[in-house]
């Protein structure tokens, strides 16, 4: 059999082929979802992605009889390893064929350049930061995905056994919630309470107040504050907090955005957007052109879907006691019937994260994904 040969991303053609494997891997699969192709090459972009502020990165493929069968980005996060004290290579955007001697050599390139880089582990999948998508689909095969994190065929953890030397290092737990026909007592009724009690409030905003006012940005402010403990978290810059404001919560519809304020202080926040993946499934390789543009729009301006997605719920630590939680569900689920959601799908949650788990007991729920980050020692 013809050797497995690795290539390195060197330019903007190439660029383009590593994104668009993906696409020809799983156009076949009714549960892949295909990312946004924009997006994609964008967070790539050495120029585009304000990431590499704190990250350096290269990308390598894999081919075989001239046909490509595999890719792998491999990143290391500066600030991310001087939070945590460790010198870590990533890898993600890690797909290929199942072919055991394809996904080694890939891991073998990351693990090459990481060393030359003075790093003594391998981690992945990951992203360049939190809001990347991370984790290895090891449980939901059969579940539709979303854009916000990887679907990948049940080979994949397959392989990484096989390999040798990778070990669980944390799972993600994903939950599809069923919208209740009423607020359920236990969100009401503390809502009610600790509004009361503490003088906790909702506020929404208009999207000038979230995008010009300065209310986006401290959501994200927010993220690293509460998000600051959680695994490989890197903290978002200004920069980096900017291009989130304006690539998301500028398109957001604001009433699916839940602000709790305590006088003029917020102090915890609800972010949800419908959810695209059929949208997306009817595009052309996640291109908007000629029709994906249509597909999005129906989602963003008139909710032609049955899910909402939960993207980002943060509460400061010292409201978390408070119940402010409630207050967001509360609001949130109000706005879920109002525009006739039937499930909300509850983005990846620690395993060890009981409290933040343990919230869905409340609600007519399932856990029906997990995502897996591996790590190995070089």
Same mark, same amino acid.
């Given at each position: 059999m013809?050797p497995?040969e690795?290539r390195?991303v060197?330019?903007q ?8 494997f993906?696409?020809?891997l799983?156009r076949?699969n009714?549960?892949a979802?295909p990312?946004l192709?924009?997006d994609e090459?964008d *967070?790539?972009?050495h120029d585009?992605?304000?990431s590499f502020?704190?990250?350096?990165a290269?990308?390598?493929?894999a081919f075989r009889?001239?046909q490509m069968?595999?890719r792998?980005a491999?990143?290391?996060?500066h ?10 290579v990533r890898?993600?955007w890690?797909d ?5 001697e394809?996904s080694?050599?890939?891991l073998?390139a ?7 880089r003075?790093m ?7 992203g360049?930061i939190d *809001?990347?998508r991370e984790?290895?689909?090891v449980?939901?095969f059969d579940?539709?995905? *979303?854009m916000?994190v990887n !679907?990948n065929y049940?080979? #994949?953890p397959?392989?990484?056994?096989r ?5 669980k290092d944390?799972? #993600?737990?994903? #939950?599809?919630?069923?919208?209740p026909?009423?607020?359920p007592?236990k969100?009401?009724?503390?809502a009610?309470?600790?509004?009361h009690? !503490?003088? @906790?409030c909702?506020?929404?905003f ?11 940005r ?8 509460t998000?600051?403990?959680?695994y490989?978290y890197?903290?978002?810059?200004e920069?980096?907090?900017d291009k ?5 919560i500028?398109?957001a519809d604001t009433?699916?955005i %839940?602000?709790v ?8 926040f609800g972010? *949800? ?5 059929r949208a997306?499934?009817k %595009?052309r390789?996640g ?6 543009w249509?597909?999005?729009?129906r989602?963003l301006k008139w909710?032609k879907?049955? %899910?909402?997605d939960l @993207?980002?719920i943060?509460v ?5 006691q408070?119940?402010?939680n409630?207050?967001?569900f509360n609001?949130?689920i ?7 959601f039937?499930y909300?799908?509850a983005?990846?949650?620690m395993?060890?994260?009981?409290a933040?788990r343990?919230q869905?007991q409340?609600l ?6 997990r995502h897996?980050?591996y790590?190995?020692?070089?």
């Amino acid at each position: 059999m013809t050797p497995v040969e690795i290539r390195k991303v060197s330019n903007q053609k190439q660029l383009r082929q590593f994104v668009k494997f993906y696409y020809s891997l799983y156009r076949d699969n009714e549960q892949a979802v295909p990312y946004l192709f924009f997006d994609e090459m964008d *967070t790539l972009r050495h120029d585009k992605n304000p990431s590499f502020e704190c990250c350096e990165a290269d990308y390598f493929m894999a081919f075989r009889d001239g046909q490509m069968v595999g890719r792998v980005a491999a990143i290391i996060n500066h600030r991310a390893n001087e939070r945590w004290g460790v010198r870590q290579v990533r890898f993600g955007w890690f797909d290929f064929i199942d072919d055991i001697e394809v996904s080694g050599a890939l891991l073998k390139a990351v693990e090459d350049w990481g060393r030359q880089r003075g790093m003594n582990q391998i981690a992945g999948p990951m992203g360049f930061i939190d *809001t990347d998508r991370e984790g290895m689909l090891v449980e939901g095969f059969d579940e539709l995905s *979303t854009m916000y994190v990887n !679907y990948n065929y049940a080979y #994949y953890p397959q392989h990484m056994q096989r390999l040798g030397g990778f070990r669980k290092d944390n799972d #993600y737990m994903e #939950y599809q919630v069923k919208v209740p026909d009423v607020v359920p007592d236990k969100f009401a009724k503390i809502a009610d309470m600790i509004s009361h009690r !503490y003088g @906790l409030c909702v506020r929404k905003f208009s999207r000038r107040e979230l995008v010009q006012g300065g209310w986006g940005r401290r959501i994200f402010e927010m993220v690293n504050e509460t998000y600051s403990n959680l695994y490989g978290y890197s903290h978002l810059s200004e920069r980096q907090i900017d291009k989130i404001v304006a690539d998301y919560i500028k398109i957001a519809d604001t009433n699916l955005i %839940t602000g709790v304020m305590d006088g003029d202080k917020m102090v915890a926040f609800g972010v *949800t957007f419908p959810s695209f993946s059929r949208a997306l499934q009817k %595009t052309r390789d996640g291109s908007l052109w000629p029709m994906g543009w249509w597909q999005l729009l129906r989602i963003l301006k008139w909710h032609k879907t049955d %899910t909402v997605d939960l @993207l980002l719920i943060g509460v400061l630590p010292e409201y978390r006691q408070k119940g402010a939680n409630a207050i967001i569900f509360n609001d949130l689920i109000q706005q879920f019937q109002r525009y006739g959601f039937r499930y909300a799908d509850a983005m990846p949650q620690m395993e060890a994260n009981e409290a933040v788990r343990s919230q869905w007991q409340y609600l007519e729920s399932r856990q029906h994904r997990r995502h897996r980050c591996y790590r190995k020692d070089l």
